[in-house]
């Protein structure tokens, strides 16, 4: 008995490597797919992009800010936090590019009081082909 448990012994070692190896190998994969899936989803905001995002237009479209209708309507932190699904995304995006393309934003109202906050010509066109390339890449997936 215990003889036939020795020559046994490296069977059951391959057997078990083998297992341990497919199982490892297994999560791997399935790690990768959770990665890619997360990074082909997600918004990419160049550090210029969130640059300008932060100082003329977080201020009134985050999840804090006090008016109610603008974060409604357009939340930046819902960009890259999963609260917008990919079509919520693409919509918002589209909108971005509307609401720059008629000049509307930052608000005009707010800018008399806050002319510093209005976009440069660069500016307004560096977010817009941002928001243009983002909403490509996600509905080309
Ligand atoms: C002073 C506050 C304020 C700032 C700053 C501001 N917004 Fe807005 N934004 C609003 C308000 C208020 C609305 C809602 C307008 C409405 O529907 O009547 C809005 C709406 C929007 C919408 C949604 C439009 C729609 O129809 O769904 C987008 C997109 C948007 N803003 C983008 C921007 C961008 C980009 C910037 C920066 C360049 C910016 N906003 C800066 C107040 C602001």
């Excluded at 990419?44 to 479209?61: A, S």
């Excluded at 609401?99 to 209005?118: A, Q, R, V």
Aim: proline share 4%; charged share 30%.
């Amino acid at each position: 008995m215990k003889k036939r448990i020795t020559i046994l012994t490296p069977f059951i070692l391959l057997f078990l490597s083998y297992f341990m190896f497919s199982y490892t190998t297994e999560t791997l994969n399935m790690n990768d797919e959770v990665i890619n899936s997360i990074t082909l989803d997600e918004i990419e905001i160049p550090n210029d992009v969130q640059e300008v995002l932060k100082e003329k237009c977080y201020g009134c479209h985050n999840t804090e800010s006090k008016g109610v209708k603008s974060k409604k309507k357009f939340n930046i932190d819902h960009l890259t936090d999963g609260k917008y699904s990919k079509g919520k995304l693409v919509s918002k995006l589209g909108k971005v590019v509307e609401e720059l393309e008629e000049n509307n934003m930052p608000p005009e109202k707010f800018l008399t009081k806050y002319p510093d906050k209005e976009l440069t010509t660069e500016e307004s066109k560096l977010l817009m082909e941002w928001a243009k390339s983002q909403r490509e890449a996600l509905m080309g997936e």
